[in-house]
Nanobody, 127 residues
């Protein structure tokens, strides 16, 4: 059974940083892209970043380009999201997810391309 467990969320002041972690089990994760998403109250879940199974390819949504960095450690089955220069509008529940496609180089950005999700971790940025 695939399980994803996020951690690292919390309360931070604007301009601060947080690093989220997502520990995965139940699948050979080096074969799958992994992504980060977020959902703010009253809004749809949105794509933030994705990293290929090999870790060689990444992609980011425009609102977080240059501020967030996705990385992974396949030896630990863990994906990370380093978030810098945080803004109040970054406040949301953050989710990691694993792609449904077996490929070490594929990156996907739409929700439907992911088949397992973590429970989410709250990030709150105060002004």
């Amino acid at each position: 059974q695939v399980q994803l467990v996020e951690s690292g969320g919390g309360l931070v002041q604007a301009g601060g940083s947080l690093r989220l972690s997502c520990a995965a089990s139940g699948r050979t994760f080096r074969w799958y892209a992994m992504g980060w998403f977020r959902q703010a109250p009253g809004k749809e879940r949105e794509f933030l970043a994705v990293i290929s199974g090999s870790g060689s390819i990444t992609d980011y949504a425009d609102p977080v380009k240059g501020r967030f960095t996705i990385s992974r450690d396949n030896s630990k089955n863990t994906v990370y999201l380093q978030m810098n220069s945080l803004k109040p509008e970054d406040t949301a529940v953050y989710y990691c997810a694993v792609s449904r496609h077996i490929s070490s180089i594929l990156v996907v950005t739409t929700l439907l391309e992911y088949d397992y999700w973590g429970q989410g971790t709250q990030v709150t940025v105060s002004s």
